[in-house]
């Protein structure tokens, strides 16, 4: 009775889109699938990646992740990825076809990144102040953005800095923790979730953006919003030498050595010691986001892959 009833329903939908995680997702569509109803898989995270950058190992249940991943491309008629990183996955472990995978980069609303000038409030008196948004997991170097306030506080002497960390986390209690260890919490604010005003605020505040993500081949692999945010915001950014945070940013961004926050310290630095270039990356930035990869133009690949999975 339960699939005559899915049957029905499917009889009404043209398509299906889901998004991962989980790469179970697959096992919801399956039953509504038809001749006249499509799945179109929105290609978010490379769970088996995840699955390595958080255990550190290759077992039975990184295999098991690989399968789902596998599943989940099988039923998919056309597949959305969010980087040529993510599309190369797809024809490879995926096994599609090329003209059925679209890129689609999850570019930002200007509407919602508005430039602001400075509140006094956030700058609290100091000469510089960073800013990070984002997740704060295991996989997101928050540990190395401390690692490197503590080389540019004591190694460097360079102390008129403030960081804000703006965002939650399964590991954000142990950040604070390790703040406090370092005698950085007069340098550093965790904010917590903040709302877009205040996040805003923040953001148009900041001297400089950072992407503390670590090199692993998760976040080698994959587009970090965070990234188009800040330069959307004129922002320049220091971030590890990651495969497509190097194809977003280009020359908005300096790169340090892979997961070494004492050289993350010294591309701070530089840029605290040369505002011209930090202007310049910003406006580099800026250029790059509003002419190349806002969702205005992205939303057109968007619609596009609709208009492909509708012709199957």
Same mark, same amino acid.
């Given at each position: *009775?339960?699939?005559?009833?899915?049957?029905?329903?499917?009889?009404?939908?043209?398509?299906? /889109?889901?998004?991962?995680?989980?790469?179970?997702?697959?096992?919801?569509?399956?039953?509504?699938?038809? #001749?006249?109803?499509?799945?179109?898989?929105?290609?978010?995270?490379?769970?088996?990646?995840?699955?390595?950058?958080? @255990?550190?190992?290759?077992?039975?249940?990184? !295999?098991? &992740?690989?399968? @789902?991943? *596998?599943?989940?491309?099988?039923?998919?008629?056309?597949?959305?990825?969010?980087?040529?990183?993510?599309?190369?996955?797809?024809?490879? *472990?995926?096994? =599609?076809?090329?003209?059925?995978?679209?890129?689609?980069?999850?570019?930002?609303?200007?509407? !919602?990144?508005?430039?602001?000038?400075?509140?006094?409030?956030?700058?609290?008196?100091?000469?510089?102040?960073?800013?990070?948004?984002?997740?704060?997991?295991? /996989?997101?170097?928050?540990?190395?953005?401390? /690692?490197? &306030?503590?080389?540019?506080?004591?190694?460097?002497?360079?102390?008129?800095?403030?960081?804000?960390?703006?965002?939650?986390?399964?590991?954000?209690?142990?950040? =604070?923790?390790?703040?406090?260890?370092?005698?950085?919490?007069?340098?550093?604010t965790f904010t917590g979730r903040v709302s877009d005003e205040v996040l805003m605020k923040i953001l148009n505040s900041t001297d400089i953006c950072i992407n503390s993500d670590t090199y692993n081949e998760m976040n080698d692999k994959s587009t970090m919003n965070k990234i188009m945010e800040y330069m959307a915001l004129k922002k320049p950014i220091v971030q590890y030498q990651l495969t497509e945070?190097?194809?977003?940013?280009?020359?908005?961004?300096?790169?340090?050595?892979?997961?070494?926050?004492?050289?993350?310290?010294?591309?701070?630095?530089?840029?605290?010691?040369?505002?011209?270039?930090?202007?310049?990356?910003?406006? @580099?930035?800026?250029? *790059?986001?509003?002419?190349?990869?806002?969702?205005?133009?992205?939303? #057109?690949?968007?619609?596009?892959?609709? =208009?492909?999975?509708?012709?199957?």
């Amino acid at each position: *009775r339960l699939l005559s009833k899915i049957k029905k329903i499917a009889g009404n939908i043209d398509i299906i /889109q889901a998004c991962n995680p989980p790469d179970l997702i697959y096992l919801v569509v399956k039953p509504f699938l038809s #001749k006249s109803c499509k799945f179109i898989f929105d290609h978010h995270d490379i769970n088996p990646e995840l699955y390595i950058a958080k @255990f550190g190992r290759k077992d039975f249940f990184y !295999r098991l &992740m690989l399968y @789902f991943e *596998r599943q989940t491309f099988k039923y998919a008629s056309t597949v959305i990825s969010t980087n040529e990183s993510y599309k190369r996955i797809a024809l490879e *472990r995926g096994k =599609k076809k090329e003209n059925d995978v679209f890129v689609v980069r999850s570019g930002p609303k200007l509407d !919602r990144l508005q430039l602001l000038p400075p509140d006094e409030h956030y700058r609290k008196d100091c000469d510089i102040i960073l800013g990070y948004v984002g997740v704060i997991g295991q /996989q997101e170097g928050i540990d190395h953005l401390l /690692q490197a &306030m503590n080389v540019i506080t004591q190694k460097h002497s360079f102390t008129s800095i403030h960081l804000y960390i703006c965002g939650s986390g399964p590991v954000l209690n142990e950040m =604070k923790s390790m703040c406090n260890d370092l005698l950085l919490n007069k340098f550093v604010t965790f904010t917590g979730r903040v709302s877009d005003e205040v996040l805003m605020k923040i953001l148009n505040s900041t001297d400089i953006c950072i992407n503390s993500d670590t090199y692993n081949e998760m976040n080698d692999k994959s587009t970090m919003n965070k990234i188009m945010e800040y330069m959307a915001l004129k922002k320049p950014i220091v971030q590890y030498q990651l495969t497509e945070g190097k194809y977003s940013a280009g020359i908005a961004s300096l790169y340090a050595e892979n997961n070494n926050p004492s050289d993350m310290a010294d591309k701070i630095m530089f840029l605290v010691n040369n505002p011209d270039k930090r202007k310049s990356m910003g406006e @580099f930035g800026y250029n *790059r986001v509003t002419t190349e990869l806002h969702w205005g133009i992205e939303s #057109k690949k968007y619609l596009a892959a609709i =208009k492909h999975t509708l012709t199957l």
